[in-house]
């Protein structure tokens, strides 16, 4: 027998039987809370909407209410299981405005189920699940997400296909009832009559008419009054760099900024950003879909990231973000599982080449080397420089040439992008050009386009490459030589190139005695290249022959993977609800413009690819 101390004998009982007893632990009441509303809201429109669904032992009290009453708490009953299912998931992530909703939602969609369907059962569900957040009122304190009037638009749409669906389910759910044979042309009509509070051309025997006009009118005031409500609400904008912001993040550069390829991308002005206490370490980031997505390491001295994770870490509790970061270095890694007690996971490789060791000569780089002999013997030329060394005019011409040549609807890349291209403030930034004589072109002869940012003060990063269609192949494999055959002059000693996703498993799967599960994983990651480019820029990246820096993901639990996977796919592009480039604002055509008149031969420096 274990021994108690004071007379508590809590010792003899077993700990899963104490914990049942306590209760559910305060961190895990919004959880519940948040399924509990789920269940409480299908319930609640399952009540609206199937008169079957009612079991009432209390048909008497319903004689003495008006008549009216029946198909009005049909209605309300709709209406607050819409708006407890749209709250269910703030409620699990604590907060404070879905708390305050629920609270008022729940009375009422208790009264309608007592009204309604006579159950007392559903109606002490809800007042039970209304005494549990008033009880953990304080665990439902989270800030609101970045918010813009784009989100009434989307509710609109959302909002309206919903009741659309769920009005043609409330209008064929009384089959017995109906008059005649209505088709479904018909049910569409009386439907998008009802959501305007018409009376369409379906009818009904009994009172059952009055229950489908209130449930469709009050979906479709639902669905107005949300719309309002979003598009009139005060904004709170995704935080961005301010200049006072962007000064310090330069500043931590200068002076740290040679830890880190991935650092000089900390300045891009969608993120936002968090200083340590001290002052000498920053994390920067972006919030999208409910994630605090950081990348790369923190900025600044070393000694001061814990600093700088923990203000991070304080800001993604205030708002009931999930933190995570992606692509982080071995040693960012450590420090950020070792502070906040967080978990990392290998993502990939970068390709880091460093200058002094690169060479075309050799087995090993030959279709490199032909590659870049064909193209050059086809006429093309190149010229790498610092951005500062360029003109107004060239950098406007290479910056529409970037816009036009890119193949997406969007701007992709957000832990190895800048977004921009010849800001002032990025004057060490190098592009690489590729020309040849094309007077068809409204880009006279430039042909190819490859920007890198600064990497310390002896290294550049890979940041963005786009080329003119109708030039030859092998233009990034010319412009990567001719940078890396320049680096020298230009004071550069490590070039870091793209980043290869999963890169250790391409590599191992495909070597002989390699296992069947490691085939198969390689397998579904070749299979998954058809539309990501996992493997086709794993393999772009070993043509130069660079040494693999691993890089990880941080995350807080492993069920957050999903989450954050599909919110990194929207921060770097992949996934958008931009509208396509067909619906886009077509831009006039621009006239051709002579070829000196963009890189003028006074200023140029060619550095030819041998």
């Not at 708390?99 to 969609?109: N, S």
């Not at 920007?451 to 940041?463: K, N, Y």
């Not at 494999?477 to 002059?489: H, K, R």
Request: positive net charge; hydrophobic residues 45%; aromatic residues 8%.
């Amino acid at each position: 027998m274990s021994a108690t101390v004071d007379g508590d004998k809590s010792g003899l009982v077993p700990d899963r039987v104490r914990r049942v007893l306590r209760g559910p632990s305060p961190e895990r009441v919004p959880s519940l809370v948040g399924t509990a509303c789920t269940l409480v809201g299908l319930i609640d429109i399952a009540a609206g909407v199937f008169p079957r669904f009612r079991h009432s032992r209390m048909h008497s009290m319903a004689e003495v209410l008006p008549g009216a009453t029946g198909p009005f708490a049909a209605a309300l009953s709709l209406s607050a299981g819409v708006l407890l299912l749209l709250l269910a998931h703030g409620l699990k992530r604590h907060k404070r405005r879905a708390w305050r909703a629920a609270v008022i939602l729940l009375p009422a969609g208790a009264v309608a189920q007592f009204v309604y369907r006579h159950s007392v059962i559903g109606a002490l569900v809800s007042l039970v699940l209304l005494a549990l957040l008033l009880r953990h009122r304080r665990e439902f304190a989270a800030l609101p997400d970045p918010r813009s009037r784009w989100r009434a638009v989307a509710n609109f749409v959302l909002m309206g296909a919903g009741s659309l669906g769920l009005g043609l389910v409330i209008v064929s759910a009384h089959p017995g009832k109906e008059v005649g044979s209505p088709s479904l042309t018909d049910r569409l009509e009386h439907v998008m009559f009802g959501l305007f509070g018409f009376e369409g051309p379906v009818d009904y025997a009994g009172r059952v008419s009055w229950t489908v006009g209130y449930s469709l009118g009050a979906l479709g005031l639902l669905t107005a009054v949300t719309t309002i409500y979003l598009a009139f609400r005060p904004e709170h904008p995704t935080a961005r760099l301010t200049g006072d912001d962007e000064r310090r993040l330069r500043d931590l550069l200068a002076r740290h900024g040679g830890r880190d390829s991935l650092g000089h991308f900390a300045t891009r002005r969608d993120k936002g950003v968090v200083f340590s206490p001290s002052g000498k370490a920053a994390v920067t980031y972006r919030v999208v879909s409910g994630v605090m997505l950081a990348s790369g390491d923190p900025i600044g001295d070393v000694e001061a990231w814990p600093g700088a994770i923990e203000r991070f870490m304080d800001e993604a509790k205030a708002h009931s973000w999930t933190p995570a970061v992606m692509g982080c270095s071995e040693t960012g890694g450590e420090v950020w599982t070792r502070e906040p007690g967080l978990d990392a996971l290998e993502l990939g490789d970068e390709a880091v080449v460093d200058v002094a060791d690169f060479s075309l000569t050799g087995r090993a780089m030959r279709n490199v080397r032909q590659m870049v002999k064909r193209i050059e013997r086809n006429g093309y030329t190149t010229r790498v420089r610092r951005a500062r060394d360029l003109s107004g005019e060239e950098l406007e011409a290479i910056r529409q040439a970037a816009e036009d040549w890119r193949g997406t609807d969007t701007e992709r890349g957000f832990s190895m992008a800048l977004g921009r291209i010849g800001d002032p403030a990025d004057g060490d930034a190098v592009i690489a050009t590729a020309h040849k004589a094309d007077p068809d072109s409204p880009y006279g002869d430039l042909k190819a386009i490859i920007h890198f940012v600064p990497w310390g003060t002896d290294g550049m990063s890979l940041e963005l490459m786009r080329r003119d269609r109708s030039a030859d192949p092998g233009m990034n494999e010319l412009l990567i030589v001719a940078a890396l055959q320049a680096s020298p002059a230009l004071k550069i000693e490590r070039v870091s190139l793209n980043f290869a996703m999963f890169r250790s498993a391409l590599a191992r799967g495909e070597k002989i005695g390699a296992g069947p599960v490691l085939r198969m994983w390689r397998g579904l990651l070749v299979f998954l290249s058809r539309w990501f480019q996992i493997e086709s820029l794993y393999k772009f990246n070993a043509k130069f022959q660079p040494r693999w820096e691993p890089r990880f993901v941080v995350f807080r639990n492993t069920r957050d993977l999903p989450r954050i996977g599909f919110a990194a796919m929207q921060a770097e592009g992949f996934v958008t609800l931009a509208l396509p480039r067909l619906f886009a604002r077509r831009r006039p055509p621009r006239q051709a413009r002579p070829c000196a008149h963009i890189l003028p031969a006074t200023a140029e420096r060619e550095v030819r690819a041998a």
